[in-house]
Structures are given as structure tokens and as C-alpha cells.
């Protein structure tokens, strides 16, 4: 499974970002996705994470009704949509997978991912 994320750059104060995580080798369908970030000086954050089903969603306390997750199994990609932004968002975003035989069971905990995008830097900022 090689994950690969993109989308990210530089945004406004209440601007919008969507960012993308594409997967190839496998099908995504049986996984259970999770975008963690993280901010120069600080520990990973597990932002929002979509069950394999697509049925469970959560989001970290920071970004819950800003940012929405969403997954294309046609496409093989998961989403996450980032509206009202601000310079607090500033990380770089990583998008991490996990097998899931549980549709609807999802986790913002690092510890339970092996497979890992490269990253993709959004920066908020006027």
C-alpha cells in the first residue's frame, strides 16, 4: 500500500484547503483512514479519521465542524475538506491506513498505523 497526499499550500485565514490522499498497490475499501498533522515543534495530532465503511467519521476538538472527511472508493482516494482556517492550522498533513475488518471503527492514534503518506504542508497565514 503506497499512500500519497496532496493539496496542500498556502491558505488565507478563513480560507479552504481540500486535501487528498490517493492509495495505490491495494484498494482502500478495507482500510480505515486517518490524517494526522503536525506543527513544527509539536507532537502528531490525529485530526479526523472515516471508518472503511465510509459510516464512522470523528475529528479532533480543534477542527471538529471546520473540516470534513470524506472517501471515494471509485477512486481510491479520502478527502479531507478544511474550511474557516486558521494560522493554528499550519502543519504538515499526513494521511495514515490501517486494515479495518470493523466498518465502523476508526482511530486518531498513530501508534496503530504502519502504512504512511509522504506528507503535504499546508500553511495558513496572511
Known amino acids: 500500500l503506497q499512500l500519497v497526499e496532496s493539496g496542500g499550500g498556502l491558505a488565507q485565514p478563513g480560507g479552504s484547503l481540500t486535501l487528498s490522499c490517493a492509495a495505490s498497490g491495494v484498494t482502500l475499501d478495507y482500510y480505515a483512514v486517518t490524517w494526522f498533522r503536525q506543527a513544527q515543534g509539536k507532537e502528531r495530532e490525529g485530526v479526523s479519521c472515516i471508518s472503511s465503511s465510509g459510516t464512522t467519521t470523528t475529528y479532533s476538538d480543534s477542527v471538529k465542524g471546520r473540516f470534513t472527511i470524506t472517501r471515494d472508493m471509485s477512486k481510491n482516494t479520502v478527502y479531507l475538506q478544511m474550511n474557516s482556517l486558521k494560522p493554528e492550522d499550519t502543519a504538515v498533513y499526513y494521511c495514515?491506513?490501517?486494515?479495518?475488518?470493523?466498518?465502523?471503527?476508526?482511530?486518531?492514534?498513530?501508534?496503530?498505523?504502519?502504512?504512511w503518506g509522504q506528507g503535504t504542508q499546508v500553511i495558513v497565514s496572511s
Open positions: 495514515a491506513a490501517t486494515i479495518s475488518l470493523n466498518d465502523y471503527y476508526c482511530s486518531r492514534k498513530d501508534t496503530e498505523f504502519e502504512d
